[in-house]
């Protein structure tokens, strides 16, 4: 059907839809029936399957696999066995990683989904864009992507920028009109809006008439699909690393097998050992884990409210250290309440508490008739018609639809007895110039029951000083002249110190047949009626969130539209204005290159009325000082500003869909406390990467150097090839990935962020490794040589006493990984995960020690109880004696 070519209410009836209550959610049900989700369909994923087979695709598992088919063709066939089922066990539990990595980055994916505006039985309210049906009614902004095709049916200065479908980044102004060109090409549907679209200014209602595939979108959705890398840095590096590890564990592998056989062992029996030992010492395993620890530790964060939307931001996080956030509903509750009222010579106070409509109005202290004040009343009439939003009640509660600011206006005119639909009776609204940040007001074209046409503004009261002629003084409209502008200034300045966020209501009557084409046109030779003030109070968490920042040495800078003053005020009720620090107002930035702000910005803690573009400025002047900047944003013209910051940040209720789809991070509850828990918990997260980076790699060192170091000497095997298997399965996978869930350290946010350029083995991580492995290493081989010396006969036992001892080893040494500092120094219980881990690795390894049909299978002999001391005496001195010295390091 060509809905561009019929009138809306044609629309309206042909889509079996109904304009003022929407669809009901039966319809709504019965639509999805028959026409599916509103999704595009994605390109093939990869099957079970085949990312199960894929675990077995690594070059060390084939020639394993190949080595085991060999020694089962010889006639070991228990062997055999158990080499396939130790690696098929292996293969399980890496697709099990993969496949758990891969659904969280599905959900992930799911959670940061756009929702749009719907009217559903008779309400507004939002939606996953999936379930948009055709029929739907959509309400859309500046800075919404469209949730699917809709004929638009109102248009408020509606532009939308249509790039992605028409490669033309000009926007294209909407409007409610049908079309008379039959055919029109997609660039002049100028009263259509196709899904994935962007709203660049204005605001507009439409109705859907296309979901899914059959959308414009859909129709060329094959071209869309990218893929992107979400690889972090780490990952990288660890990538890089493993390379440089395989190649010296093959050539470590190699020198056993070749000094083995050299010494007299069987070119066979080597073969089995040294590529048992390849495959269990190369950290095959390790991207796997890093990327369900980094998804681990995303699914944690998005229990704090923050939803990564980019993989790396989790590492970049840890790196922050300034943070950029916007005041107002970040900083600040956004629950905005009008307390006080000026006009020329007056001030009104009013009572009440949040959205709830009632309230009483004082002058100096007395109770007061609003009517009877015709300032006030005309102030308050006018700050409800120029007006976007709306307040509902629901069970009991008023519920505000729309921009808190405006909800305050609509609240504190309730509160004086009038009632929107009844001014709307007496008022038609001509045109709308909607708010935007960079002007910092709002203006509609009005005329009343006798005909007489007004523009009515609010904004910003300094922007909308700077543009009156006139002031309302003693009921009369008076010349603004140098005066009257210094008591207007003291007045905004008194209501603004005390935190106030101040808001100007001015007009100007026009006669009937002027045309108001802009907003130039309208914003100008006004007559100021008075200013409202109202509350925004800080989020209570957020003065100890600041707090905590700065001892984890990340500066906070407050970037805000409002007010200078009561930008001030509550940026030091905050903490983040000190004595020492400095507040730049837009005006200034604007006459800065970035160059000058760089030299002023370490100072600088707020910056006062500011516009987005300002934003750019600032990141870059902060990145050129060599910091890593969060900046937060919820605007379209936020949008660069989050891209070029390191991790960019939307609002998750504020936001606009341009804002969040620019950001790597979306905060659900808009609070900057989550950005610091967020922080917090990225650089856990990459504290836990280091932790079981360090645990493995320690392992095979240790594994590696006992073969080596017994094979030097010109002794047997110290472990035989299916215990080096199980010691690289079960001791090193499961307490592995319990390190990865483990609590962040208690000086995590006590210390300064991390530099982006540390390398995997930075902060003595290497030397950790390497001393831990050789220890590890030297002490299962001390095990092995004092049973085989003793009784040469008894080979098997005394592998059987090294296989503990390493194993025992590995597991008192992964509780000294918890802390970069000592095992003293934390709880070694603290990680119940890790104390699960390490007694199911216990009792696996007492089941193939002692369980008799496995003792053939594992090559093992129970051990006598008197031979168990020598086991933990020997096994806990890696750990302890590097304990010891710490201590002693203390206690100099
Ligand atoms: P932040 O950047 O911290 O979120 P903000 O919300 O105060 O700050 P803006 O939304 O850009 O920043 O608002 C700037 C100024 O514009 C406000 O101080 C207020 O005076 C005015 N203002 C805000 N909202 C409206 C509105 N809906 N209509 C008219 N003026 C508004």
Redesign the pocket.
């Known amino acids: 059907m060509k809905f561009h070519e019929m009138e809306i209410e044609q629309v309206e009836k042909a889509l079996e839809t109904d304009f003022s209550s929407g669809l009901t959610q039966e319809e709504v049900k019965e639509r999805i029936k028959q026409h599916g989700f509103n999704e595009l369909e994605e390109g093939e994923k990869q099957s079970a399957l085949l990312l199960f087979f894929s675990q077995f695709k690594d070059f060390m598992v084939l020639v394993l696999l190949a080595a085991t088919l060999i020694s089962g063709l010889l006639g070991e066939y228990i062997d055999a066995i158990a080499i396939i089922a130790i690696v098929i066990l292996n293969g399980i539990l890496g697709f099990y990683q993969e496949r758990r990595a891969e659904k969280s980055l599905q959900a992930l994916k799911e959670l940061s989904a756009p929702q749009v505006s719907v009217l559903r039985d008779g309400h507004w309210i939002k939606v996953p864009s999936k379930e948009i049906v055709i029929g739907d009614i959509l309400k859309f902004s500046s800075g919404d992507r469209i949730g699917a095709d809709v004929r638009i049916i109102e248009s408020n200065s509606l532009e939308i920028e249509e790039s992605a479908l028409t490669g033309e980044s000009v926007p294209v102004a909407k409007h409610i009109d049908c079309l008379s060109n039959p055919s029109p090409g997609i660039g002049d549907m100028e009263n259509t809006a196709f899904m994935g679209t962007m709203i660049t200014r204005g605001s507009g209602i439409g109705v859907v008439i296309a979901t899914g595939m059959k959308t414009a979108m859909g129709q060329i959705a094959g071209l869309l699909q990218s893929a992107e890398s979400q690889e972090t840095p780490l990952q990288r590096r660890l990538e890089q690393l493993g390379k440089i590890l395989i190649t010296v564990a093959l050539f470590l592998t190699l020198l056993v097998v070749v000094i083995g056989i050299m010494r007299g062992h069987e070119i066979y029996e080597m073969f089995l050992a040294g590529v048992s030992l390849a495959v269990a010492a190369i950290p095959e395993g390790l991207p796997a884990i890093v990327t369900v620890a980094l998804s681990l530790g995303v699914q944690k964060m998005i229990r704090q409210k923050a939803i990564v939307r980019k993989l790396p931001a989790v590492e970049t996080l840890g790196c922050a250290s300034v943070i950029c956030s ?4 970040t900083m600040t509750q956004n629950k905005m309440t009008v307390t006080h009222l000026w006009s020329g010579e007056q001030t009104w106070t009013v009572d009440g508490i949040g959205y709830q409509p009632t309230g009483d109005f004082y002058r100096n202290k007395q109770k007061v008739i609003p009517k009877d004040e015709k300032a006030l009343q005309q102030m308050l009439i006018f700050g409800m018609l120029c007006n976007h939003s709306d307040i509902y009640q629901e069970d009991e509660e008023y519920i505000l639809d729309g ?1 808190p ?2 909800g305050a206006l609509l609240v504190s005119a309730m509160k004086a007895g009038l009632n929107r639909s009844k001014l709307l009776e007496e008022f038609t609204i001509i045109k709308e110039f909607p ?1 935007d ?1 960079a002007r ?3 203006s509609i074209h009005v005329k009343d029951k006798q005909g007489r046409h007004f523009i009515v503004t ?3 009261p300094d922007v909308i000083l700077g543009i009156c002629e006139s002031i309302l003084w003693d009921g009369k409209s008076q010349f603004l002249n140098q005066d009257k502008q210094t008591r207007v200034q003291n007045a905004i300045n008194n209501l603004a110190s005390n935190a106030l ?3 100007a209501i001015a007009f100007k009557p026009i006669s009937h047949n002027t045309v108001i084409l802009s907003e130039q046109e309208a914003e100008n030779k006004l007559t100021l009626i008075g200013i409202q003030g109202m509350i925004d109070p800080p989020r209570p968490e957020v003065k100890d969130a600041v707090k905590e920042c700065k001892a984890a040495g990340i500066k906070t800078v407050m ?5 200078v003053i009561t930008a001030k005020a509550i940026a030091g009720e905050l903490g983040i204005l000190t004595k020492k620090s400095k507040v730049v107002e837009g005006k200034e930035l604007s006459q800065m290159t970035v160059e000058e702000l760089e030299a002023v910005v370490e100072d600088v803690s707020v910056f006062a009325r500011v516009s987005p573009e300002h934003k750019l400025k600032i990141v870059r002047a902060l990145q050129n000082r060599g910091h890593i900047v969060a900046m937060t944003g919820d605007g379209v013209n936020d949008a660069p500003a989050i891209k070029a910051a390191d991790i960019g940040v939307a609002m998750g209720i504020t936001g606009t869909d341009v804002a969040k789809e620019a950001s790597s991070l979306v905060l659900l509850d808009d609070n900057f406390a989550t950005i610091k828990a967020a922080i917090k918990e990225g650089r856990n997260i990459y504290e836990n990467i280091r932790k079981f980076v360090r645990y493995l790699l320690a392992s095979n060192v240790g594994e590696i150097l006992v073969m080596l170091f017994a094979m030097i000497l010109g002794m047997p095997l110290p472990l035989v090839p299916i215990q080096i298997l199980w010691v690289n399965l079960v001791t090193d996978g499961l307490p592995a990935m319990a390190l990865g869930l483990d609590q962040p350290e208690e000086n995590v946010m006590r210390r300064g962020p991390r530099s982006p350029n540390e390398g995997v083995f930075s902060r003595g991580l290497g030397w950790k490794v390497i001393s831990r492995g050789f220890l590890i290493g030297i002490v299962t081989l001390i095990a092995f040589m004092i049973i085989y010396h003793n009784d040469p006969s008894q080979l098997e036992y005394a592998q059987t006493i090294a296989f503990a001892t390493l194993v025992m080893a590995q597991l008192i040494h992964v509780f000294d990984c918890r802390s970069e500092i000592s095992v003293l120094s934390r709880n070694p219980f603290g990680n119940k995960y890790l104390v699960w881990a390490v007694i199911s690795s216990l009792a696996l390894m007492f089941v193939v020690i002692y369980y008799p049909p496995l003792q053939p299978v594992f090559h093992t002999l129970p051990i006598q109880a008197k031979d168990w001391l020598l086991i933990i005496g020997l096994s806990s001195v890696p750990t302890f004696l590097l304990a010891g010295s710490f201590l002693l390091r203390k206690t100099k």
């Open positions: 916007d005041k107002t509903g921009d600011t405006e708010f940040s910092k007001m709002m609010k904004g910003a966020r101040t808001i970037i805000t539209g409002d007010h």
